[in-house]
């Protein structure tokens, strides 16, 4: 009896014992912040470790889509009339961007490396074939126009030679000729007389089997927010492009890894040589990519807005105090002075004069918006889409009869989407992952229902001990009797 008893409240005792540590450990949250330290020290660019080999050949196939705008009145363009283009793509590559000449530098805390980008074209999954034609803005004219529109005697002197080639402002060119290249027949000529000039011109000339040069990645072993964060590029810890400190910034990731134990309300950084510049990303919304909980990050407006919304872009205006407007960024300066101006696809969060001065700009969020998808437990990359536009200065030059009375335009050429899905073999590694944190996470949990239950196990223990004290005292008075 005095065994059953103490067995009874042993079960009581237990009971209370475990809902007090599950509502410590909930309340603590120290099964979480376990996992969070394990996950922080395997994350490292590490030989061995998975987070390197993602980091030195991305598993997921990662594609290069482009979108052309063929312009069809180049006649009326010319009398002033409005751009009128139509969207043609996508025109598919294959990307290949492995790290190479891996070094691991400082006792392991930084490695170098190039990331030469290789593009294969994907005729199955393009629109057509590179031998396309597109007709577009003459971006070798307008570059060498804008260059001396200043000097009269240049000026006259090379559009006399562009007259007798019959080059105007618009010139038309097969897809491969566009992105990789062509000999263009004017800078050739100019070459006779500038040496340094390129007589080829295309918007990714050089650009495949090639690389931006190289960078010095931290590898996350000193703090784990460091992780494949960019020290250095091609030598330089900053820019110099730009007309402010804060601009000329290197911050952030090279938008292929990012830090794990990532949270809601932090900035995801990115470094983007192609737009020159330093970038950032905010929190949007959960997202399930193959069954993988994510947080999707977006390019918010203020991004590329202008330093009257956003103050601290201000150094972005180039010559100082020559800002174009929300939604653009003049790269000029570190494009060879041609006048490229970037922007996300069909103008989207510019400015609508932007979208207006051109016929066949249709801006949509979900086609057009730049969106970063990561598992915040490992920071891996789940889902992502760069997009971006690439266009062209166009304006009325006096001193070259080439630009008639075209009115003052940022014409769109090309829009590039640059997308990676998480590949299968991933999903299966990343789902052990995530099923491992939901059992450690729920164990408090755990503990809490086994509480309850054995709490409930002792309240019927008890019932069943007070019966048989009530049936006997009933039947004492019948025995006097």
């Not at 190039?114 to 294969?120: E, L, M, P, R, S």
């Not at 007259?163 to 027949?185: I, M, Q, R």
């Not at 309850?452 to 048989?468: D, T």
Request: aromatic share 12%; proline share 5%.
């Amino acid at each position: 009896m005095l065994l059953k008893t103490c067995c009874v409240y042993g079960t009581g005792v237990f009971s209370m014992l475990m809902l007090i540590l599950g509502i410590a450990l909930a309340l603590s949250a120290v099964f979480p912040h376990l996992l969070q330290s394990f996950v922080k020290t395997e994350v490292v660019l590490k030989n061995g470790t998975d987070a390197f080999e993602a980091w030195a050949d991305p598993p997921a196939p990662i594609y290069m889509q482009f979108y052309f705008f063929n312009l069809t009145n180049p006649t009326e363009v010319l009398k002033g009339e409005r751009p009128a283009v139509v969207e043609l793509g996508p025109y598919t590559y294959r990307e290949y961007r492995p790290m190479e000449d891996v070094a691991f530098l400082e006792n392991g805390t930084k490695v170098a490396a190039v990331n030469t980008k290789t593009y294969i074209f994907q005729l199955n999954m393009s629109r057509g074939p590179e031998s396309d034609l597109i007709r577009t803005v003459n971006i070798p004219a307008v570059t060498v126009m804008e260059m001396f529109k200043d000097s009269s005697i240049v000026a006259n002197l090379i559009s006399a030679y562009m007259k007798s080639t019959n080059e105007g402002l618009f010139s038309t060119h097969t897809v491969g000729e566009l992105l990789w290249g062509y000999e263009d027949g004017l800078l050739k000529a100019l070459k006779l007389f500038r040496p340094e000039l390129d007589d080829v011109f295309g918007l990714f000339y050089k650009s495949n089997a090639s690389n931006d040069g190289q960078y010095v990645f931290f590898t996350g072993q000193q703090n784990y927010k460091d992780f494949a964060r960019v020290s250095t590029w091609n030598g330089e810890s900053s820019l110099s492009w730009w007309t402010s400190g804060e601009c000329n910034m290197i911050n952030g990731t090279n938008g292929a890894s990012f830090h794990p134990v990532i949270t809601k309300n932090e900035l995801l950084r990115i470094f983007s040589s192609e737009l020159c510049r330093s970038l950032y990303a905010k929190y949007e919304d959960d997202v399930i990519v193959k069954g993988i909980p994510g947080y999707r990050f977006i390019l918010p407006s203020e991004v590329f807005a202008n330093k009257s919304v956003n103050p601290a872009n201000a150094g972005f205006c180039v010559p100082a105090e020559n800002c174009l407007g929300s939604g653009l960024l003049n790269v000029s300066v570190c494009k060879q002075g041609a006048p490229i101006i970037m922007s996300s696809p069909h103008f989207y969060q510019a400015d609508a004069k932007f979208a207006q001065s051109v016929f066949g700009m249709k801006p949509v969020k979900e086609h057009h918006e730049t969106t970063i998808d990561v598992n915040p437990l490992t920071g891996f990359l789940l889902r992502a889409a760069k997009r971006l536009q690439i266009n062209v200065y166009v304006e009325q030059i006096e001193t070259f009869s080439q630009t008639g009375n075209v009115r003052t335009v940022i014409f769109p050429v090309v829009y590039l989407n640059e997308s990676v899905l998480i590949d299968d073999a991933s999903v299966q590694k990343l789902h052990t992952v995530v099923v491992e944190k939901n059992v450690v996470e729920n164990i408090p949990f755990i503990l809490i229902g086994l509480g309850i239950i054995l709490g409930g196990v002792f309240m019927i223990l008890m019932c069943r001990q007070k019966v048989p004290q009530s049936t006997v005292a009933e039947r004492q008075p019948l025995l006097s009797s």
